[in-house]
Every structure is written in structure tokens, then in C-alpha cells.
């Protein structure tokens, strides 16, 4: 697991293999990734957005952007926790992403970002 602090939010992530699939007659790996966001800040925030860099063996860079983290934009006032479960296809079985969170501070009204720290991805099968 790996976590991070971010003006009193705090982002940790845990990754799993799933396995492999076939798609496009391509071989690609699945994995999750469970996200634990935690408020330790005074202040109620909100996640708006999200950013993702997605990285594999083979040296592919792929960009995400997108609204809120799987449909929702949740709100946390202090001492909440949001947790999601997301997952990625990579053409190798092994591979990272980093990215960050865009929130909106509610006492303040400014925005902020919130770093995700670079987690990894393997497949058990890869690390000998």
C-alpha cells in the first residue's frame, strides 16, 4: 500500500492482479486499485475531478481525465473517508499510475490538488 498527504487529505492505494484477458486479439493484464481518501483537515471538501497518468513495461503513457472517481464527486467534511474501486487494462504485467485529484476547499471556496502517489501494478507470474 502506498499513501500520501496532500493539505490534510490523505490518498492510500492498494492494487491486485485480476488476471489476463484477450481483446482486439491482444493480450492485455487486468488490475484494481482501491482508493481510501481520508479528510484530516478542518475544512469540508469536495472532489470535482480527476487526472490519472497510466503507465506499462512497454513504455505506453496513457492520459485520463475525467469528472468526480466513478460517477460521484463526494464531499468530505473533516475526519470523512471516501472509498472507490476502479481497475485498468495494460498491454504488459507490469506497470504504474500517478495522478491527482482537482478539490474545492469549502471554507475558503479555492481550489486545490490533491496528489495521488505512483502506485504499481505486477502480476505475480512477472516478479520472478
Not at 65 to 70: L, R, S
Not at 99 to 106: A, C, D, K, R, V
Amino acid at each position: 500500500m502506498v499513501t500520501q498527504i496532500t493539505k490534510g487529505i490523505k490518498i492510500s492505494v492498494q492494487t491486485s492482479f485480476e488476471g489476463t484477458y484477450f481483446k482486439n486479439y491482444k493480450i492485455h493484464f487486468a488490475f484494481s486499485y482501491e482508493i481510501k481518501i481520508e479528510n484530516h483537515s478542518k475544512d469540508s471538501v469536495q472532489l470535482n475531478t480527476r487526472h490519472w497518468e497510466i503507465y506499462d513495461a512497454l513504455n505506453n503513457k496513457e492520459i485520463v481525465d475525467g469528472e468526480g472517481v466513478v460517477g460521484k464527486k463526494p464531499v468530505l467534511k473533516p475526519g470523512d473517508t471516501h472509498t472507490y474501486t476502479s481497475g485498468c487494462l495494460l498491454s504488459s504485467p507490469i506497470g504504474a499510475m500517478k495522478g491527482f485529484y482537482s478539490m474545492i476547499n469549502f471554507t475558503t471556496t479555492k481550489s486545490f490538488r490533491v496528489i495521488i502517489p505512483t502506485f504499481k501494478f505486477s502480476a505475480p507470474f512477472a516478479l520472478n
